[in-house]
């Protein structure tokens, strides 16, 4: 369960202080599918790189399956969010010298203090297993500068996903892919919530949306 209680989140611009999440509350109980609406500037972005970890707000409290997130120091909050939450942002990027199949892999080796020939081949066959659920099975060995928009896409929830976290983040994830791409995405995110997974994602797209159980308003 995610419970956020009086987030607040101001930044400081040229243009002055914005003030972006005000006494902002909610909660979501787990295996819910989520989208975080709001018009462009509103805060979609910021809202989930809190829950990410990736950023603190200024004042509130912000409790994930029990873990106060805030409280953590920044090794604890790394592991935490290697652990518990995948995190499928635009902004983030591949290694371009590795292959897919690297680059799903990566987050599993950091997340092993040691790693034996047993564990390798876990994580390998896992990585193989997802690229396969989300049908790109075939470009492992590509790599990512090859890829079309909605393939990257893929990717980048194949990565969010090796280390089977119980909340995945996805920020604008049908962006500039077409409908049946949209649609697919859609249903993966939603066989991942019925297995008991969290699923938020932030979005514009209103056919994307409407796949959500419920919606959060910034
Ligand atoms: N690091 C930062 N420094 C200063 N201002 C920031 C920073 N990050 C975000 N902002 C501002 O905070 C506001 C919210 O940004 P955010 O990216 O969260 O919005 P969003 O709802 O995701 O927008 P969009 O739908 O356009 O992606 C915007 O006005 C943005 O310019």
Redesign the pocket.
């Known amino acids: 369960m995610i419970e956020a209680v009086n987030l607040n989140k101001s930044?400081i611009?040229p243009r002055g202080r914005?003030d972006?999440l005000k006494d902002f509350s909610f909660s979501i109980e787990n295996g819910a599918f989520v989208g975080i609406t709001?018009k462009?500037?509103?805060?979609?972005?910021?809202l989930l790189s809190i829950i990410a970890g990736l950023q603190k707000p200024d004042s509130g409290s912000l409790v994930i399956n029990g873990t106060d997130l805030l409280s953590l120091d920044d090794k604890n909050l790394s592991l935490f969010r290697n652990q518990n939450i995948g995190f499928v942002s635009q902004e983030q990027s591949f290694l371009e010298n590795f292959t897919v199949l690297d680059n799903v892999r990566l987050p599993a080796f950091l997340g092993n203090k040691k790693v034996d020939d047993g564990t390798a081949k876990t994580i390998t066959e896992r990585a193989n297993q997802l690229l396969g659920s989300l049908g790109i099975a075939h470009l492992a060995q590509n790599y990512p500068n090859t890829l079309s928009g909605g393939e990257n896409h893929r990717v980048l929830i194949a990565r969010a996903l090796i280390n089977n976290p119980a909340i995945i983040l996805a920020d604008e994830p049908t962006d500039s892919v077409d409908l049946e791409q949209t649609q697919s995405i859609i249903k993966i995110f939603r066989g991942l919530a019925n297995e008991g997974k969290t699923i938020l994602i932030?979005s514009?797209d209103t056919e994307a949306l409407k796949l959500c159980d419920s919606e959060i308003k910034?």
């Not at 462009?40 to 910021?46: E, L």
């Open positions: 930044f611009t914005i972006v709001g462009s500037g509103a805060g979609k972005s910021t932030a514009h910034i």
